[in-house]
């Protein structure tokens, strides 16, 4: 896939071609004159006919389907209501949580999920200008216990999963952490040790600054396997 | 030691300027992004000794919940200079000149932003004069499309501004507060991927057939401080990739 690829940066109000010719997707629009602008400071990747914009900068907007890491900060006697990082907090039913009917006369809703409480969930409704409405239904998905969160720029997050979640396996299989990539830009990493947790934030961090760059992956294979190096040893401060 | 008016006025008759420029000369433009790290946008801009710091947030809850428009994102904008952006103590409260302006960056500013994407939400966009010797506005509105474009607001193009001015007969470019007292002042902004004004004032008379000549000088200026904000916020990416000695690309 590389090479065959030209890339480059675009800024907005950038004309990237002309002509009806091309497919156009991510951060770009199609004037009537023919003209493909970009919307958003971003990576412009062209291939023959493809064109796609991949914004390099800007916020979370919940798209059905994706998978997000919330921090309850409300509960009413059915609901809890997680921050994901967007404008409006998210609703996760009980039922939802518990994947059972729940009964607010018998139990309460503390019982499972106090505030401040960590979740992987994934959006499974969205209305325009409403909040998002959250499901752990699907095997994965529930509360997470211990670990650490790292926060990045939400749209910093495809480069941290990779192509084919070539980069995330990478993370795993050196550093042997269980990680949850939420698309929100929130994601949870828990290691044996804590140095390794701290690695892979720092792995991470130096993903989301350096996410337009090319051979990160190998670059962050070597830094994780000096890192562990280190760690086993006892040099890591 | 401030130029009087006759100093700058008889000058201006030679076609010469008090700091040295030519008539069409833009002052030294210095643009930088991404200078407030908890922001998610922001800019600062100087042009000549105007300096204006730029910060969006965004978006944001609709705050007051009733302005909320269910189509689109609403754009809030704060102009303020700070209390030691003039030569005596600007009082902090709100004036009715700050808040005229507030309203005229974000008519400038609009349409280039495609706030359809973000429905009953809030951008909010704050311009900080820090140092004011003319032209605030349009440095704010050059700092301010730094900043949202930075903070990935969609956006169909950046918006530029230069103020041009017209002097007993001679058309000048990017006035300083000197000249600003003297001339007749038309600030103006631009969309130039489409070649559309977005911000056009005149705070003074000059006869009308000069108009032409006017907006052709303003185009021109305005391009070239368009070409200095995209080479800003790319060379922003640059250097981090530069850093790592890897090409840009994945």
């Given at each position: 896939m590389k090479g065959q690829y030209t890339t480059k940066i675009v800024v907005p109000g950038e004309v990237i071609a002309v002509g009806s010719r091309y497919n156009v997707r991510g951060a770009a629009i199609v004037k009537p004159d023919g003209r493909i602008i970009a919307t958003r400071i971003g990576l412009l990747r062209m291939k023959g006919r493809e064109i796609n914009v991949v914004p390099l900068a800007g916020a979370y907007i919940p798209q059905k389907g994706d998978s997000v890491i919330g921090i309850v900060v409300d509960y009413s006697v059915v609901y809890w209501l997680l921050e994901i990082n967007y404008v409006w907090k998210a609703r996760l039913d009980a039922s939802e949580f518990l994947r059972r009917p729940f009964d607010a006369g018998k139990e309460r809703i503390t019982d499972y999920l106090k505030i401040g409480d960590v979740v992987y969930a994934k959006i499974a409704h969205v209305e325009r200008g409403m909040p998002p409405i959250l499901s752990c239904r699907d095997k994965g998905y529930g509360k997470l216990e211990g670990g650490r969160l790292i926060s990045i720029n939400p749209v910093k997050i495809p480069r941290v999963i990779g192509v084919k979640s070539s980069m995330l396996d990478a993370i795993k299989k050196i550093t042997k952490a269980e990680i949850k990539v939420g698309a929100n830009g929130i994601i949870w990493v828990k290691a044996e040790r804590p140095e390794i947790e701290e690695l892979v934030e720092h792995a991470i961090k130096k993903i989301e600054r350096e996410s337009h760059t090319a051979g990160l992956t190998k670059r962050i294979q070597n830094e994780l396997m000096k890192g562990m190096h280190k760690i086993q040893r006892g040099e890591w401060k | 030691m401030k130029p009087s008016k006759e100093e700058v006025a008889e000058l201006l008759r030679k076609g010469l300027r008090i700091d040295g420029r030519k008539m069409h000369d833009l002052r030294p433009i210095r643009m930088e992004v991404g200078v407030v790290e908890r922001a998610e946008g922001s800019a600062l801009v100087s042009m000549g000794k105007t300096r204006v710091l730029c910060v969006v947030r965004g978006p944001v809850e609709c705050v007051p919940s009733h302005m909320a428009d269910p189509e689109r994102a609403i754009l809030d904008v704060a102009y303020r200079m700070a209390t030691f952006s003039t030569d005596e103590r600007k009082s902090p409260s709100p004036s009715r000149r700050e808040i005229e302006l507030s309203k005229i960056i974000r008519e400038a500013l609009e349409p280039a932003l495609l706030l359809g994407e973000y429905p009953r939400m809030m951008i909010r966009v704050y311009c900080l004069v820090l140092q004011a010797d003319g032209g605030t506005r349009t440095a704010s509105i050059n700092a301010a499309s730094l900043a949202l474009a930075y903070a990935g607001i969609p956006m169909q193009d950046l918006v530029a501004?230069?103020?041009?001015?017209?002097?007993?007969?001679?058309?000048?470019?990017?006035?300083?507060?000197?000249?600003?007292?003297?001339?007749?002042?038309?600030?103006?902004?631009?969309?130039?991927?489409?070649?559309?004004?977005?911000?056009?004032?005149?705070?003074?008379?000059?006869?009308?057939?000069?108009?032409?000549?006017?907006?052709?000088?303003?185009?021109?200026?305005?391009?070239?401080?368009?070409?200095?904000?995209?080479?800003?916020?790319?060379?922003?990416?640059?250097?981090?990739?530069?850093?790592?000695?890897?090409?840009v690309g994945e």
């Open positions: - | 501004s230069v103020a041009v001015g017209y002097y007993d007969g001679k058309i000048l470019v990017d006035l300083n507060a000197a000249e600003d007292d003297l001339c007749a002042d038309i600030p103006m902004a631009m969309m130039p991927a489409y070649n559309k004004i977005t911000l056009l004032q005149a705070d003074h008379i000059f006869p009308i057939d000069k108009i032409r000549e006017i907006l052709d000088v303003g185009r021109k200026a305005i391009n070239q401080i368009y070409e200095l904000q995209k080479k800003t916020l790319k060379s922003k990416y640059a250097e981090i990739a530069k850093t790592t000695g890897a090409n």
